[in-house]
């Protein structure tokens, strides 16, 4: 099997513009968010589970999952959180496995799972961690910018997810993305010829 990378960091902290730029060189990226988007889409393979659980109340007129409602449901009341979380993790985590398997070709696998420090269940799946670190302050302008989430929501977002020096305590390598786009991209330009050298050596 090909190394697993783990890409993780805050919400807004940039794990989805950074996973855009290594698949830009050529990288396979397997996202736990887009896997999540999938099976709670219409007729997404979660989507049973979940109305048993929770009723019609959760989804959109097209049949998937109103992301918007469960959040607020979570927040107000955690067992449901929980409730979720043990329905979707284990699919979740079972198809990141399977997509991670499926690339053995591939000199490494960036496998971005935005609770990879809090969670633990992803630690024995990556072989390195590879967290996005910026600031609070941007963290949130960078949210608010792109959703229509208030501050105050953010903030409760943040609550739940590990702090900053948890996540670079535990960081094998860290990418600051407190610069431009072009800084960030050129030091994942280093990264990645590192990563598939890295492969290379251990291959020969
Ligand atoms: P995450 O996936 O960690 O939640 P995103 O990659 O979606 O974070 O980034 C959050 C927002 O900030 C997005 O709208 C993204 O386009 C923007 N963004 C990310 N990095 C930068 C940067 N270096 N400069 C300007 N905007 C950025």
């Known amino acids: 099997m090909s190394p697993v990378i783990g890409l993780t ?20 990226v397997v996202d736990t968010d887009a ?18 659980a929770f009723g019609r109340a959760v989804l959109r007129e097209d049949g998937s ?10 927040f107000s009341a955690p067992p449901t959180r929980k409730k979720l979380e043990a329905i979707l993790h284990p699919l ?9 398997r499926r690339a053995e070709h591939a000199p490494y696998v960036l496998l971005v799972v935005p609770l990879l420090i809090e969670s633990g269940a992803y630690r024995e799946h990556v072989d390195r961690i590879l967290v ?12 608010m910018a792109r959703s229509a989430l208030s501050e ?3 903030r409760g977002i943040m609550a739940t997810q590990a702090s900053r020096a948890e996540r670079l305590a535990i960081a094998d390598d860290v990418l600051s993305n407190t610069g431009a ?12 010829r590192r990563y598939r050298e890295e492969t290379r050596h251990r291959r020969d």
């Open 92 to 100: 979740i985590r079972a198809e990141s496995v399977a997509r991670c």
């Open 152 to 154: 105050q929501e953010i």
């Open 35 to 52: 896997i999540a988007h999938e099976l709670t889409a219409a007729r997404g393979v979660a989507m049973p589970t979940i109305i048993d």
């Open 181 to 192: 786009r072009d800084e960030l991209r050129t030091e994942i330009l280093i990264l990645h």
């Open 65 to 74: 999952l109103d992301r918007d409602v469960m959040r607020r449901l979570c």
């Open 9 to 28: 960091g805050g919400i807004g902290s940039g794990k989805t513009t950074v996973a855009e730029m290594f698949a830009e060189l050529g990288a396979v």
């Open 132 to 143: 996005v670190d910026c600031d609070e302050a941007r963290q949130i302008a960078r949210v």
